[in-house]
């Protein structure tokens, strides 16, 4: 029985660790600091499209729900088909792909146009292209976060999630920034009288990261890990025996962590145009919204070290912990800033409770996601867990509407009611991730693809036959040298 659950966990037998499969350390390959940051670099940065893309775009249009709903459900798409690809066919060409439907279908959406100018044809074309274009963010996920993670193992031990929560969790943060100061911008340049134009210009700069990125990744290689673990036949059974437990903890947390962070970030522009004066411009709502989202950087920043400093694992739970503390510090005082004159108040009391899930799940969610699976299986592993976190996302877009409304008439309540439920739901959170989840030290992707090594050869499974064709090609050379 105690075996049974020690496999169940994601853990082999205490005599089977030692089964090694590496000739040499990642960080031991003869290569120069940027040969060895630029892949972190190129792999991760892309999610700046996620946070970019699927910033604020439609807060203030008759259209948030339908087009933000179906963006969320292309990304679901993408992290699910990506993930199988990614493992399957290729770490680079999975990226290199979902960088090109970026760059087409970014362009399409700020070109989108309905027959004979119909404005319902208009937004039905809009949806179709945000589908496809979260498709493209969705592959961001499984084939660029992965390939980051284990780009970081050829990196000083010590410096390795800092370094992968830099290039996925700050990027995506950074673009929700830009998400909120763009759309002011284009409102100054163009006007309140023209914001037809200033919505397809913000839609039409969303092309330039992946165009920035594009180059990059043609040049890229297949990750080292990647290339000495692949998967040439896949055990199912086995596999989900092996991880069917720890990727649904990781899931739900992810899960959770959407359902709250992508929904307030989603309403935070309708509660600063409630908290305004009835007649401030709209490029000033734009411009608290900046202002809020940027409280999200030093959080995933000061996240990213802490990361190092104590663990994956405990960082989250000290973020996600702190986070529900001040949230319900906020719903105690959300009457007192439930009105014009403390609009600033509101930004900051509720800039740190953003900050803080940026030191907790943000940044560490997906760094376990990438870390507690086998190389092999990482890209579905971390797809399904990504997935789960968008679904969750989708879900609160539509749960928090009916959290406000069960307030009535009450506006102090509407306001108090997100917290209470967004609060309890950190504190939950961090207890599932106590309890739980491993911690992630700084070799646990070598450590755990020996693990998972050990488990198939336990069960029979042929291991010499994973790897891809590059690392037989190299092995076979080396052996007949």
Same mark, same amino acid.
């Given at each position: 029985?105690?075996?049974?659950?020690?496999?169940?966990?994601?853990? &082999?037998?205490?005599?089977?660790?030692?089964?090694?499969?590496?000739?040499?350390? $990642?960080?031991?390959?003869?290569?120069?600091?940027?040969?060895?940051?630029?892949?972190?670099?190129? /792999?991760?940065?892309?999610?700046?499209?996620?946070?970019?893309?699927?910033?604020?775009?439609?807060?203030?249009?008759?259209?948030?729900?339908?087009?933000?709903?179906?963006?969320?459900?292309?990304?679901?798409?993408?992290?699910?088909?990506?993930?199988?690809?990614?493992?399957?066919?290729?770490?680079?060409? =999975?990226?290199?792909?979902?960088?090109?439907?970026?760059?087409?279908?970014?362009?399409?959406?700020?070109?989108?146009?309905?027959?004979?100018? =119909?404005?319902?044809? !208009?937004?039905?074309?809009?949806?179709?292209?945000?589908?496809?274009?979260?498709?493209?963010?969705?592959?961001?996920?499984?084939?660029?976060?992965?390939? /980051?993670?284990?780009?970081?193992?050829?990196?000083?031990?010590?410096?390795?999630?800092? @370094?992968?929560? /830099?290039?996925?969790?700050?990027?995506?943060?950074?673009?929700?920034? *830009?998400?909120?100061?763009?759309?002011?911008?284009?409102?100054?340049?163009?006007?309140?009288?023209? $914001?037809?134009?200033?919505?397809?210009? /913000?839609?039409?700069?969303?092309?330039?990261?992946?165009?920035?990125?594009?180059?990059?990744?043609?040049?890229?290689?297949?990750?080292?890990?990647?290339?000495?673990?692949?998967?040439?036949?896949?055990?199912?059974?086995?596999?989900?025996?092996?991880?069917?437990?720890?990727?649904?903890?990781?899931?739900?947390?992810?899960?959770?962590?959407?359902? +709250?962070?992508?929904?307030?970030?989603?309403?935070?522009?309708?509660? !600063?145009?409630? $908290?305004?004066?009835?007649?401030?411009?709209?490029?000033?709502?734009?411009?608290?919204?900046?202002?809020?989202?940027?409280?999200? #950087?030093?959080?995933?920043?000061?996240?990213?070290? $802490?990361?190092?400093?104590?663990?994956?694992?405990?960082?989250?739970?000290?973020?996600? @912990?702190?986070?529900?503390?001040?949230?319900?510090?906020?719903?105690?005082?959300?009457?007192?800033?439930?009105?014009?004159?403390?609009?600033?108040?509101?930004?900051?009391?509720?800039?740190?409770?953003?900050?803080?899930?940026?030191?907790?799940?943000?940044?560490?969610?997906?760094?376990?996601?990438?870390?507690?699976?086998?190389?092999?299986?990482?890209?579905?592993?971390?797809?399904?867990? &990504?997935? #789960?976190?968008?679904?969750? %996302?989708?879900?609160?877009?539509?749960?928090?509407?009916?959290?406000?409304? %069960?307030?009535?008439?009450?506006?102090?309540?509407?306001?108090?009611?997100?917290?209470?439920?967004?609060?309890?739901? #950190?504190?939950? +959170?961090?207890?599932?991730?106590?309890?739980?989840?491993?911690? *992630?030290?700084?070799?646990?992707?070598?450590?755990?693809?020996?693990?998972?090594?050990?488990? !198939?050869?336990?069960?029979?499974?042929?291991?010499?036959?994973?790897?891809?064709?590059?690392?037989?090609?190299?092995?076979?050379?080396?052996? =007949?040298?």
């Amino acid at each position: 029985m105690e075996n049974e659950k020690t496999i169940a966990e994601g853990y &082999a037998p205490e005599q089977d660790r030692r089964v090694s499969i590496h000739a040499a350390p $990642l960080d031991a390959t003869p290569k120069t600091r940027w040969e060895r940051s630029w892949p972190t670099i190129a /792999c991760g940065a892309g999610l700046f499209s996620d946070g970019y893309l699927n910033g604020d775009e439609y807060s203030n249009s008759s259209a948030q729900s339908n087009v933000t709903s179906i963006a969320f459900a292309g990304t679901v798409v993408g992290q699910l088909a990506f993930g199988y690809l990614s493992d399957h066919w290729s770490r680079r060409h =999975s990226l290199l792909l979902s960088t090109i439907i970026l760059i087409i279908f970014a362009a399409l959406g700020a070109g989108s146009y309905g027959a004979g100018g =119909s404005v319902g044809g !208009l937004f039905a074309a809009l949806t179709a292209y945000r589908f496809l274009l979260g498709i493209g963010i969705g592959g961001e996920y499984p084939a660029g976060s992965v390939a /980051c993670a284990e780009a970081t193992g050829e990196l000083k031990r010590g410096h390795r999630n800092r @370094w992968f929560i /830099c290039f996925t969790n700050l990027a995506i943060d950074v673009g929700f920034v *830009v998400a909120s100061l763009v759309p002011m911008i284009m409102v100054l340049i163009f006007s309140e009288n023209h $914001l037809r134009a200033a919505w397809r210009m /913000c839609l039409g700069l969303g092309v330039i990261p992946p165009l920035s990125l594009l180059y990059l990744r043609i040049k890229l290689q297949e990750p080292e890990e990647y290339n000495r673990n692949k998967m040439n036949h896949y055990p199912y059974w086995l596999i989900l025996k092996f991880y069917w437990f720890r990727l649904s903890v990781v899931a739900l947390i992810w899960f959770i962590y959407d359902f +709250s962070s992508y929904s307030f970030g989603i309403y935070s522009s309708s509660w !600063l145009a409630f $908290l305004l004066p009835a007649t401030a411009p709209l490029w000033k709502t734009f411009g608290w919204n900046t202002v809020i989202n940027l409280f999200y #950087c030093p959080g995933a920043v000061a996240g990213a070290f $802490l990361s190092d400093l104590i663990g994956a694992k405990y960082c989250l739970v000290l973020g996600v @912990w702190l986070q529900g503390i001040v949230g319900f510090i906020m719903t105690a005082l959300y009457g007192h800033l439930d009105h014009p004159g403390q609009v600033g108040g509101f930004v900051v009391v509720y800039g740190i409770f953003l900050a803080l899930g940026e030191v907790g799940p943000g940044d560490n969610i997906g760094l376990l996601a990438s870390k507690t699976s086998a190389t092999s299986v990482r890209g579905m592993y971390y797809g399904i867990a &990504a997935a #789960c976190g968008k679904i969750g %996302a989708f879900v609160g877009n539509y749960v928090f509407p009916s959290i406000i409304k %069960a307030a009535g008439d009450n506006v102090i309540k509407q306001g108090q009611y997100p917290f209470y439920v967004s609060s309890a739901l #950190c504190i939950f +959170s961090g207890l599932i991730a106590l309890v739980f989840l491993p911690n *992630v030290g700084q070799d646990t992707i070598t450590e755990e693809d020996e693990r998972f090594r050990a488990y !198939l050869i336990e069960h029979g499974y042929d291991v010499s036959t994973m790897g891809t064709k590059k690392f037989h090609e190299e092995k076979a050379l080396a052996n =007949s040298a």
